[in-house]
């Protein structure tokens, strides 16, 4: 069955960190394009964090620049974001999703296109 599960959310006060983890199971993370997108109750799914398939690329959504940090652990078949410097504006549910890089490797900020999602974790940032 394929599947995508986000772990690593919970509550961690304003400056603090975690890091969430997407993990894969039924197919292989490393022939697709993953992305991680949050969203707040009530407002649009927003895109943070892509990092491409064969290359490596990275993209950073410009609210999470030199906060949040996105990499591959192949051999785990996970994506995780290291997320630094966490705000209680920051939206609080995040969700990861894959695209087949045969399709395209890269990810939309809407989401659009992204063939698996995950269910999300939710990410508290409050003191």
């Known amino acids: 069955q394929v599947q995508l599960v986000e772990s690593g959310g919970g509550l961690v006060q304003p400056g603090g960190s975690l890091r969430l983890s997407c993990a894969a199971s039924?197919?292989?993370?490393?022939?697709?394009?993953i992305g991680w997108f949050r969203q707040a109750p009530g407002k649009e799914r927003e895109g943070v964090s892509c990092?491409?398939?064969?290359?490596?690329?990275?993209y950073y959504a410009d609210p999470v620049k030199g906060r949040f940090t996105i990499s591959r652990d192949n051999a785990k078949n996970t994506v995780d974001l290291q997320m630094n410097s966490l705000k209680p504006e920051d939206p609080p549910v995040y969700y990861c999703?894959?695209?087949?890089?045969?399709?395209?490797?890269?990810?939309?900020?809407?989401?659009?296109?992204?063939?698996?999602w995950g269910k999300g974790t939710l990410v508290t940032v409050s003191s």
């Open positions: 990092i491409s398939s064969r290359d490596g690329r990275t």
């Open positions: 999703a894959a695209r087949d890089y045969s399709s395209s490797d890269y990810c939309a900020e809407s989401g659009y296109g992204m063939d698996y």
């Open positions: 039924g197919f292989t993370l490393d022939d697709y394009a």
